[in-house]
């Protein structure tokens, strides 16, 4: 497990032995804060809008969707501004 991801689980919980239930809302944070570079969540770019809070989590992994060309744009248009700020 990443050295700063373990950090951020033993810091959220007053408990060192109950880490494990604070996991999804550590990795909802991971996944809805916004990369500096590609200016979009991780979360944003595999189902296409932000997230309101932590239940949106729980609930789009229950709900298949098609993929619209609209979040096929907007995966495209990242993945190009992260190659020019690569370079």
């Keep these: 497990m990443n ?6 689980l033993m810091a959220s919980t ?3 032995t109950c880490w494990d239930s604070v996991v999804s809302q550590v990795q909802w944070g991971i996944n809805s804060t916004i990369n500096s570079t590609a200016g979009k ?5 595999f189902f296409g809008y ?3 809070g932590i239940n949106d989590t729980f609930l789009s992994a229950e709900v298949s969707y ?14 190009r501004l992260i190659t020019e700020k690569q370079r």
């Design 3 to 8: 050295r700063s991801i373990l950090s951020a």
């Design 14 to 16: 007053n408990d060192e």
């Design 41 to 45: 969540s991780p979360y944003e770019l």
């Design 50 to 52: 932000r997230p309101r």
């Design 66 to 79: 098609d993929e619209s060309p609209d979040l096929e744009r907007v995966r495209d248009d990242t993945s």
